[in-house]
């Protein structure tokens, strides 16, 4: 099992990034997948989960609704967020993570992860 996170970078306050999450190894259809970050000095905290395909529910942090949106492409193995209207607030590592058949209500929950990407919003 791998996943492996890309596209991250410095963006500046107001800018958009699309993370893409590659996954291998296993059914991307049969797990639920989250994206989690971590900022320095601070807990993970999950931002945004898709469950597996049969359930097909997503779920947001609130102070990133509206702004982020996650998407699959089961075909593919992959894995997106797209980050619209960066706030430096954040700025954080951001890890891709998955579970079989889950439910997206917490990240300790999740079986595998990513090496995570850095994402930088400043000026």
């Known amino acids: 099992v791998q996943l492996v996170e890309s596209g991250g970078g410095l963006v500046q306050p107001g800018g958009s990034l699309r993370l893409s999450c590659t996954t291998s190894?296993?059914?991307?259809?049969?797990?639920?997948i989250g994206w989690v970050r971590q900022a320095p000095g601070k807990e993970r905290e999950g931002v945004s989960c898709s469950t597996f395909s049969s359930d097909g529910k997503t779920y947001y942090l609130d102070s990133v609704k509206g702004r982020f949106t996650i998407s699959r492409d089961n075909a593919k193995n992959m894995v997106y967020l797209q980050m619209n209207t960066l706030k430096p607030e954040d700025t954080a590592v951001y890890y891709c993570?998955?579970?079989?058949?889950?439910?997206?209500?917490?990240?300790?929950?999740?079986?595998?992860w990513g090496q995570g990407t850095q994402v930088t919003v400043s000026s």
């Open positions: 190894g296993f059914t991307l259809s049969h797990y639920s």
């Open positions: 993570a998955a579970e079989i058949l889950g439910r997206c209500q917490g990240v300790e929950d999740y079986d595998y």
